[in-house]
């Protein structure tokens, strides 16, 4: 599949071509003529040294390449989404999550499903490899943990010859943030996630401090946001489901 797009605004400098994708200047300009692309391995991905790629594409392209490529990627308005995380001072590649990342992403899943396996409803814990789906051929995410009271229902895509899952019906949903992806899952990604209608709480965890912001649904289009920044902090789950402890997660992290 050959995704490419004019790069019209300031970006970042080009690497060297023969550089390692390991070992990348991290570019802050494209000059406009340059072409990027939606690459298949994660080796070309980083070989780009763009901490965040964006490349217009079609929803069946998203999905080809969702269902393909060894890497993460998010669809938004008509955009294919990427992030890496790069070393500033080195420019070295460190891949899509770092140790901490990891570590956290485990102990919420661990957690949630120690608490959730004692209530009666159902629930599944999935990990960052479901892909959740937000209107019709708009949005296209992954996130670090998520959480389906019930049945987990999926919508299906049938792209050439393959077919293409994603989940429409998340109760709960946990991102770790990451520097390269902080922005963007505190703005676009959290006002996106909002719009899901049987979504009832999405937390938010640094993974270079303590720090959990959590959004609870109220109503509708209600919700009450809490913040937590001491290790004696709980943190209350939707529809009185219980409470997730700080100390637990956060357990020599740092």
Request: proline share 5%; with cysteine; aromatic share 10%.
């Amino acid at each position: 599949m050959d995704i490419s797009a004019d790069i019209s605004e300031p970006g970042m400098p080009i690497s060297e071509s023969n550089a390692p994708p390991s070992q990348v200047e991290v570019r802050q300009y494209v000059p406009q003529r340059k072409r990027l692309h939606s690459p298949k391995t994660f080796e070309d991905r980083a070989a780009l040294g763009v901490r965040e790629l964006r490349v217009p594409a079609t929803w069946e392209q998203y999905l080809e390449l969702a269902d393909t490529c060894d890497y993460r990627v998010h669809y938004r308005e008509g955009q294919i989404i990427s992030f890496l995380e790069i070393e500033e001072k080195t420019g070295t590649v460190m891949g899509e999550a770092t140790i901490p990342h990891e570590k956290l992403v485990m102990r919420f899943g661990t957690q949630l499903s120690i608490l959730l396996d004692d209530l009666k409803s159902e629930y599944n814990v999935l990990g960052s490899n479901t892909k959740i789906f937000i209107g019709e051929n708009r949005r296209g995410y992954n996130a670090d943990v998520t959480v389906v009271k019930g049945e987990p229902v999926l919508q299906e895509y049938q792209v050439y010859k393959r077919k293409s899952k994603g989940l429409i019906n998340p109760w709960l949903i946990v991102e770790v943030l990451s520097n390269s992806t902080r922005d963007f899952d505190l703005s676009e990604k959290l006002n996106d996630y909002k719009q899901i209608p049987g979504l009832q709480q999405i937390i938010f965890a640094e993974q270079g401090k303590l720090w959990v912001s959590t959004y609870i649904r109220v109503s509708e289009k209600e919700w009450q946001n809490l913040d937590f920044d001491t290790i004696t902090d709980i943190i209350p789950i939707a529809e009185g489901a219980g409470k997730l402890s700080l100390a637990k997660i956060f357990a020599r992290i740092f």
